[in-house]
Nanobody, 116 residues
Framework: QVQLVESGGGLVQAGGSLRLSCAAS????????MAWYRQVPRKQRELVAT???????DYADSVKGRFTISRDNAKNTVYLQMNSLKPDDTAVYYC??????????WGQGTQVTVSS
């Protein structure tokens, strides 16, 4: 069972920055895809950013140019750097990992609140 532990959430003013971390219990180089999702009450979980094994990245239109996803394979950690935060970015952010052998894994989530 893969363990994913998020950290770095909190309360920030609009225009501010936060960096989320997702520490994995296994070597992240084996994951085909790692990603960040977010969810607000009564809405479906939405994809924010992905990073593939070979390093390609992709972003939701709503965060392009403001968020950056990155991997540190040596630390088994994936990051989400969030800049120019807006109140609409307020959500619980979840780390996601997929590997052929272990399937899909989710973290427990970390709350990000952006005040106006």
């Amino acid at each position: 069972q893969v363990q994913l532990v998020e950290s770095g959430g909190g309360l920030v003013q609009a225009g501010g920055s936060l960096r989320l971390s997702c520490a994995a219990s296994e070597n992240i180089a084996r994951f085909n895809t790692m990603a960040w999702y977010r969810q607000v009450p009564r809405k479906q979980r939405e994809l924010v950013a992905t990073t593939a094994k070979l390093g390609s990245t992709d972003y939701a239109d709503s965060v392009k140019g403001r968020f950056t996803i990155s991997r540190d394979n040596a630390k088994n950690t994936v990051y989400l750097q969030m800049n120019s935060l807006k109140p609409d970015d307020t959500a619980v952010y979840y780390c996601y990992a997929y590997a052929l052998v272990t399937g899909v894994s989710w973290g427990q989530g970390t709350q990000v609140t952006v005040s106006s």
